[in-house]
Structure formats: structure tokens, C-alpha cells
T-cell receptor, first 114, second 116 residues
Framework: KAGVTQTPRYLIKTRGQQVTLSCSPI?????VSWYQQTPGQGLQFLFE?????QRNKGNFPGRFSGRQFSNSRSEMNVSTLELGDSALYLC???WGQGPIYGYTFGSGTRLTVV | SQQGEEDPQALSIQEGENATMNCSYK?????LQWYRQNSGRGLVHLIL?????REKHSGRLRVTLDTSKKSSSLLITASRAADTASYFC????????????????FGQGTTLQVKP
């Protein structure tokens, strides 16, 4: 079956612009989480959606937002980009709500802010 | 902030040798997972061990979990050049009805180099 698909793979934006990243989870998976990976901070949780509802949010400024559609596809948006937002953004999907399921990650979107 | 630490930060071994990575964490968990990442790409789920399990095997992988010490180890036996990657442990503190749903907390990772 198809894996988690993230688009685009690479993105270059200018400071002050906004960007939207997309994630299509594995068919049947209803949970989608987003992570930011940087050399300095490592992997940090952004937010998680389940059945179109945001269930949890990490410690990121309000410039970072997301949403999930009825088909479980998710988007995250970063407004007023800063140089420090340059990172690999990873999306992960999971089937269930319980604590026994692992996550399947996409290949990520590499965002460079110049 | 990260949940815990991984040790060592970097490991270089010869093909055929075993590689052991350790992970420590801070809070109570439901499960602990190990992931592999090849050079800036996505994470690949390797193995999940639940908090009531002490050891788990999957192919050449062996994971142990000691909840009293809040630590886990990943052993890769008979390593291959293709095992060269970064390895991350991640804890899942989800409890039914808790606010930590869907949130994995990652360690900083161990970079493994396997020389042919």
C-alpha cells in the first residue's frame, strides 16, 4: 500500500512569506502528526490531528498552524517565515488512538528560508 | 525539549560487528519506539516495545526496556554497510484521555557508521 506522501519535497522561500505543506497519510490512518527537525533542536513535535480535530500542540508560535480534512489529508502552514524556520518538516500517520501503534513517516519537506 | 538522551552520539564499527545504542528518558511511558533515518530523509519505524515488555526481537534487532531505570537499548547484530544511518528512540506518553495524544518525544539520536 502507498506510504505517507509529503509534498513538496523541497521548498525555498523568502523571509516574511508564508508556506503550506501537505501530507497524505496511509489509507485508513486517521491520526496525522507533524514534526520539525533541525540540527540544533532535533525532532520536535508540532501538532497532531485525529478525525479533523487538533488533539495536541507543541511549543511553537502561533505562526505555525495546521488542519486536517475529512479524507485525513493534512496541511500545515507557516506564516511570516523566519530564517530559523529552515528545517525538515516530517509528517507521520498512525491508525489508532491507543498506545500500541507505531507511526509511519513521510520523506519530509525540506524548507529553506532565505 | 527532548525527552532524553542517547548514547553514544556517534558510533563507528566494522561490517559484521554488533552495534549497541542506549536511550534514557524522563517520564512514564506507554511504549518506546526506535526509528532509523538515512541522511536527512524520513524516519523508518523499526520496533515498538510496550512498557510492560522487557525485551523484543525483530530480525537482527534486539530491544530491551528497563522502566525502573527509564532506559532502553537497541542492539543491531551482524551489522551491514546498509545499516549506516541515524537511530532515534522515541517515547509515547499517550494515555487514554490524556493531553499527550499523538505526541512522540525523540532523543537526539545516535549516528551509526558501518564500514565495509
Amino acid at each position: 500500500k502507498a506510504g505517507v506522501t509529503q509534498t513538496p519535497r523541497y521548498l525555498i522561500k523568502t523571509r516574511g512569506q508564508q508556506v503550506t505543506l501537505s501530507c497524505s497519510p496511509i489509507s485508513g490512518h486517521r491520526s496525522v502528526s507533524w514534526y520539525q527537525q533541525t540540527p540544533g533542536q532535533g525532532l520536535q513535535f508540532l501538532f497532531e490531528y485525529f478525525s479533523e480535530t487538533q488533539r495536541n500542540k507543541g511549543n511553537f508560535p502561533g505562526r505555525f498552524s495546521g488542519r486536517q480534512f475529512s479524507n485525513s489529508r493534512s496541511e500545515m502552514n507557516v506564516s511570516t517565515l523566519e530564517l530559523g524556520d529552515s528545517a525538515l518538516y516530517l509528517c507521520a500517520s498512525s491508525w489508532g488512538q491507543g498506545p500500541i501503534y507505531g507511526y509511519t513517516f513521510g520523506s519530509g519537506t525540506r524548507l529553506t528560508v532565505v | 525539549s527532548q525527552q532524553g538522551e542517547e548514547d553514544p552520539q556517534a558510533l563507528s564499527i566494522q561490517e559484521g560487528e554488533n552495534a549497541t545504542m542506549n536511550c534514557s528518558y524522563k517520564t512514564s511511558i506507554n511504549n518506546l519506539q526506535w526509528y532509523r533515518q538515512n541522511s536527512g530523509r524520513g524516519l523508518v519505524h523499526l520496533i515498538l516495545i510496550r512498557s510492560n515488555e522487557r525485551e523484543k526481537h525483530s530480525g537482527r534487532l534486539r530491544v530491551t526496556l528497563d522502566t525502573s531505570k527509564k532506559s532502553s537499548s537497541l542492539l543491531i547484530t551482524a551489522s551491514r554497510a546498509a545499516d549506516t544511518a541515524s537511530y532515534f528512540c522515541a517515547t509515547d506518553a499517550r494515555f487514554y484521555g490524556s493531553s499527550n495524544t499523538g505526541k512522540l518525544i525523540f532523543g537526539q539520536g545516535t549516528t551509526l557508521q558501518v564500514k565495509p
